[in-house]
């Protein structure tokens, strides 16, 4: 058994709803018009399109408009008058296609095919100027201003709706960075541990190492001190592991650690007190460093004498820090490890904690705009970074290498956050709110300007109208004074100044005697009913005839196809 999709309650509700109020206007009308409305015509055959056309306005509402308006169509063919209350539901269905149809080219389409079946039927019927003014003044209105008053309430919808999208979008966004605090944390404390506490612990297992050489021991001391060195090195392997689980994953960024308080030299003093062999020389006048810089030379330093003590612990240690006009060179070397050591693995999975050290070493320095060697060297290893004194708010090699640019950014966050922005990045989320927001400003720009244009288009006409009937009006007191055989010139007075332009059918074909002229005039002002017309009739320039001609012609009880013959 096939699925038969059924619309939501609400829905259906709110159909019903707007068909209830269409439907009583149109028993309204149906009302109104009296004996001569015809219930097949005037009542059911408009509630059974409402029927079809306001539900169907959901999916097409095109469809809907175009439905309705042949109804306000088929109001032309009625002789008393073209009006009628399809009109409220011609304006209803316009007001949601605008607010249902995004687009404006198709419902423009749309509703300028609807006006041109109206004037077509105006043509086809040959109404008089009263239907032509309904058709170029009422409907157009009732066509035009309500779907702009849709599209009106969409754009708000839509900004209101894309507001709170974006608080959504904000408030993920809010944890996330939250996240990445935690992360970033996460990292700070793994770098720390690698570069402080991973150097101190090998200082300490050296020291160890050597207090069990000293010949004044005990076997039972030399025990306690291996026995120490083994459990520093337990230590070791377990704060490699930890930092390896709290460093970021690949591609995030890694932590820079904790702020360093104290200098190189003061690094060095504490090594040589350990009973590292470590000779250091400092060349050229102490510059004014950036503390980023100073921060960078200190891990250079303390990453290249860790490394050293953990792959060759007997071998001679050199520290060379070059002052040059702009950059400071630092230099570490270390001697060849002994023989029964194996030898020093640069780049390797050993180097350093976890095989971050001398990786995390090389982005350190890289953002700061210097550059890192690491390598073999006369059967050693040797260090070598040389780092700006200053350092710029985006180094131009920050971008060139993989994961510095993240690395910059959080070591830059304090400075960003003081500088002024001189090259914004504008969120996407920002830009839609914008785009949402000139829509609908447009949209309600729209809605209030086109009364005035088409007040300004339709004002003209209709004041041009009422001037042609006012001017054409023959009161019935001057009616009677005209006297047939008089010659115009003594009756010209009496005679309006224009004669009425759009007489109907029936007093246009109204029989005539032979050869004469006939005009055509108002008997009174009334501007929205139709009134009696005055023939007069000239041969030449002498009044030959008058009569009056009513405003409706006797016609046979009214039928569909009575009221299609009249054109």
């Known amino acids: 058994m096939p699925y038969i999709h059924m619309p939501p309650v609400r829905l259906v509700c709110g159909d019903v709803a707007l068909w209830a109020v269409l439907a009583a206007a149109t028993g309204y009308g149906f009302r109104d018009a009296g004996a001569a409305a015809s219930p097949v015509e005037d009542l059911c055959l408009p509630l059974a399109v409402l029927a079809v056309a306001v539900p169907l306005s959901r999916r097409r509402p095109g469809t809907a408009v175009v439905l309705v308006n042949g109804l306000c169509a088929l109001g032309m063919a009625d002789p008393a008058t073209p009006a009628n ?18 687009a404006a080219r198709r419902p423009l389409l749309v ?14 019927l040959r109404t008089e100027a009263v239907w032509w003014f309904y058709a170029l ?12 008053a849709g599209r009106h309430w969409r754009g708000r919808r839509e900004l209101v709706r894309e507001g709170w999208r974006l608080a959504r979008s904000l408030e993920e966004r809010q944890h996330l960075v939250a996240e990445r605090a935690r992360l970033t944390e996460r990292a700070d404390i793994a770098a720390d541990m690698h570069d402080s506490l991973g150097h101190a612990l090998s200082l300490v297992a050296l020291r160890a190492g ?26 070791v392997e377990q704060l490699r592991e930890t930092v390896a689980v709290l460093h970021d994953p690949a591609g995030t960024e890694p932590g820079a650690g904790l702020p360093v308080t104290d200098t190189v030299e003061d690094l060095l003093g504490r090594a040589v007190a350990s009973g590292v062999p470590v000779r250091w020389e400092q060349h050229g006048a102490m510059p004014v460093l950036s503390p980023l810089v100073q ?34 060179r630092v230099s570490v070397v270390n001697a060849a490890a ?40 006369q059967g050693g290893f040797r260090v070598t970074a040389v780092l700006p004194h200053q350092v710029a708010s985006c180094p131009g090699t920050s971008t060139s290498r993989p994961g510095a640019a993240p690395v910059l950014r959080r070591l830059h966050a304090g400075a960003a956050r003081r500088a002024p922005a001189t090259d914004t990045v504008v969120p996407e989320s920002v830009k839609r709110l914008a785009s949402v927001r000139n829509a609908a400003h447009r949209r309600s720009v729209a809605a209030f300007a086109a009364p005035v244009v088409a007040a300004a288009f339709f004002v003209p006409s209709a004041v041009y109208l009422a001037w042609q009937l006012t001017t054409s009006v023959l009161p019935p007191s001057r009616f009677d004074e005209l006297t047939v055989g008089r010659p115009r010139t003594e009756i010209a007075a009496l005679l309006p100044a224009h004669a009425y332009p759009y007489p109907p059918d029936h007093a246009r074909f109204v029989p005539r005697p032979p050869g004469v002229r006939c005009e055509f005039y108002r008997s ?8 009696d017309l005055y023939r007069l009739c000239w041969s030449g320039t002498t009044l030959a005839t008058k009569d009056t001609v009513p405003a409706r012609p006797p016609t046979a009880p009214r039928s569909p196809s009575t009221s299609l013959r009249r054109g």
Not at 137 to 148: D, E
Not at 210 to 235: F, H, K, N, V, Y
């Open 85 to 102: 209350a399809h009109v409220l539901s011609l304006a209803a269905l316009s007001c949601l296609l605008g607010a249902r149809v995004a």
């Open 338 to 377: 002994p023989a029964d050591r194996p030898a020093f693995a640069a780049e390797g999975p050993t180097a350093g904690a976890g095989g971050r050290g001398l990786t995390g070493l090389r982005e350190r320095v890289t953002v700061l705009g210097g550059s890192l060697w690491a390598g073999p060297y």
């Open 524 to 531: 009174g002002r009334d501007l929205l009913t139709e009134v």
């Open 111 to 124: 509703l300028a095919g609807c006006l041109a079946v109206d004037l077509a039927t105006c043509a086809i």
């Open 295 to 328: 921060r960078g030379m200190y891990r250079a330093v303390q990453e290249s004498l860790t490394n050293a003590v953990k792959h060759a612990p007997d071998g001679e240690i050199r520290v060379r820090i070059s002052h040059e006009a702009d950059r400071t």
């Open 137 to 148: 003044g009422v409907l157009p209105a009732a066509l035009l201003l309500p779907w702009l």
């Open 210 to 235: 050597a207090l069990e050489l000293s010949p004044d021991l005990t076997e039972r001391d030399r025990a306690d001190l291996a026995e120490l060195r083994g459990t520093i090195a337990d230590a």
